[in-house]
């Protein structure tokens, strides 16, 4: 007997295949579960003579209808993963920073034609607190910072947000370099799948690809680290070490993402050992 999305041949006798696109769609994953070299592909218009579809409009017409209700069945459950979301939420964050830095910049700009003797002060004073003088001014400038300053809070919000968020998707991940480090690493990657698949080597380097290609095309010194820099055990650790640091960062690394995405669950056995080996690199000098 021959099995097709639409029916079953056996000889001369042809059944249609029953319910509704629902059920023919788990037919199709039975089917393709079965495909071997002895699978012979049917015409259209054998599947007419049987009596499937009266022509082949109408059997065009119904494939159709079936490939996209796959698809969007298919596109429903990729974004149901918990790393779609977990994307989404970093890369605002990414448009929010450089959102807060352009508006504080051009705010002090503005300040400083208003109150020119702050100048000095203005160099030594962090954004965060300079916002906060600023929006203590009379006229849209005051209102402009306020909005500033919000933003800035509801940044500061969806950051812990995404450490939370990342604590439940790629937990392992996150307990070796922290919520915010790993899902940006996770991020530039596409998804925990692809991070899954990246050697060391790679995972390494993500985020300096500007510093690579330059390396590779014009021979100068290739990058260290990229996005794991930000992680306190590389940035804090001697210069002379700080290769090293990140070679052993990111070979565990390359690990935790491995089991994040086929158990899906915290290995303490496992992070205890990769935060004593990072520790041990970052000691030699």
Request: with cysteine; hydrophobic share 40%.
């Amino acid at each position: 007997m021959r099995r097709y999305w639409f029916g079953d041949i056996d000889g001369s006798e042809c059944t249609p295949a029953q319910g509704d696109e629902d059920r023919i769609l788990e037919r199709c994953d039975t089917i393709r579960e079965k495909v071997d070299a002895t699978f012979v592909p049917l015409s259209v218009d054998e599947a007419c003579t049987c009596g499937f579809f009266a022509d082949r409009e109408e059997y065009l017409a119904r494939l159709r209808s079936v490939t996209i209700r796959d698809a969007r069945k298919k596109i429903l459950e990729a974004f149901s993963e918990g790393d779609a979301e977990l994307i989404q939420m970093v890369r605002m964050l990414d448009e929010m920073d450089e959102v807060v830095n352009l508006l504080t910049e051009k705010a002090g700009e503005w300040y400083l034609v208003k109150n020119p003797g702050f100048s000095r002060k203005y160099k030594s004073m962090s954004a965060k607190r300079m916002v906060g003088v600023m929006k203590k001014e009379r006229g849209p400038l005051g209102k402009i910072c306020a909005e500033i300053d919000g933003l800035s809070n509801h940044r500061a919000a969806l950051m812990r947000d995404i450490s939370k968020r990342t604590d439940a998707v790629m937990p392992n991940c996150s307990a070796l370099v922290g919520g915010l480090v790993a899902a940006r690493l996770m991020e530039r990657a596409g998804g925990l799948s692809n991070l899954a698949g990246l050697p060391a080597s790679t995972i390494q380097v993500l985020g300096a690809e500007g510093a690579l290609f330059t390396h590779l095309r014009a021979g100068s010194p290739p990058p260290k680290h990229g996005i794991i820099f930000q992680h306190r055990r590389v940035h804090n650790a001697p210069r002379n070490v700080r290769g090293k640091v990140s070679r052993a960062v990111a070979g565990k690394l390359a690990i935790a993402a491995k089991i994040d995405y086929y158990r899906g669950e915290l290995d303490p056995e496992f992070i205890e050992r990769a935060q004593a080996r990072i520790d041990v690199v970052g000691e030699k000098e």
